[in-house]
């Protein structure tokens, strides 16, 4: 009986083993990686800039908002924590930290955190998938791990600076997570070059996000619902 549950839990375990996908993180992956850390914590910087905060703050923010998600991910997957072992990482929120800090906050307009938001999301929603699936995580979980790279870090500086997450407002953001994420590991999956499957998917991502910004997209929402 035993040896029965063996070979099933086997044959089970066997209907769950990934595809076979070479993912390396090449060059346009790590890029989107830097350009996702250091717009996020830019971000995070912005909040406390609106919060009238000292330097320390915007440096704290700018850490917790740049690395936040991929260390959610990083956690989740088993992976080293990225930047633990890349002092890189680090240094690019501390930077990003001091140059919103030394600049006057007249000259970021008043969505400019919505907008530096919007491309972290696309950046690291594609980046979160590619690295997940080079740790051999399946496809569909990889893409959920994805989304949460992208989303985390906004949840968290939201939740530092006191104001309602931006993932309650109305506007679509999750979505536009998702349909990064979901489009990078669907176009792996049809054998689309990692490079150009990453450039596609964090552009879509980025665009359906932009319409929500400067349209206020939205999708139906449970009060909306007719009796």
Not at 76 to 84: D, E, N, T
Not at 123 to 145: E, N, Y
Not at 179 to 188: F, K, S, V
Not at 211 to 217: D, K, P, V
């Amino acid at each position: 009986m035993r040896s029965l549950d063996r070979l099933a839990a086997g044959r089970y375990i066997a209907t769950m083993t990934p595809p076979e996908l070479n993912v390396p993180i090449g060059p346009i992956l790590s890029a989107l990686n830097t350009v996702g850390t250091f717009v996020f914590a830019a971000s995070g910087a912005l909040a406390a800039a609106r919060l009238g905060q000292t330097l320390v703050t915007f440096a704290f923010f700018a850490l917790a908002t740049g690395v936040g998600g991929g260390t959610v991910r990083d956690l989740l997957i088993g992976a080293p924590v990225f930047w633990v072992y890349d002092v890189s990482q680090a240094l690019i929120c501390l930077g990003a930290a001091v140059i919103i800090f030394m600049t006057p906050f007249r000259w970021w307009p008043e969505r400019m955190l919505d907008w530096l938001d919007a491309v972290g999301l696309a950046a690291f929603a594609v980046f979160g998938t590619a690295k997940a699936m080079s740790f051999g995580i399946h496809p569909f979980v990889a893409a959920l791990m994805g989304i949460t790279t992208g989303c985390v870090g906004g949840i968290i500086r939201d939740l530092l600076a006191g104001v309602p997450s931006i993932v309650l407002r109305p506007e679509i953001y999750v979505t536009a997570a998702a349909l990064a994420a979901g489009l990078y590991a669907l176009l792996l999956t049809i054998g689309v070059p990692p490079a150009l499957a990453g450039a596609l998917a964090a552009l879509a991502g980025f665009a359906l996000r932009a319409l929500a910004i400067a349209r206020g997209l939205a999708l139906p929402h449970y009060g909306e619902r007719v009796d």
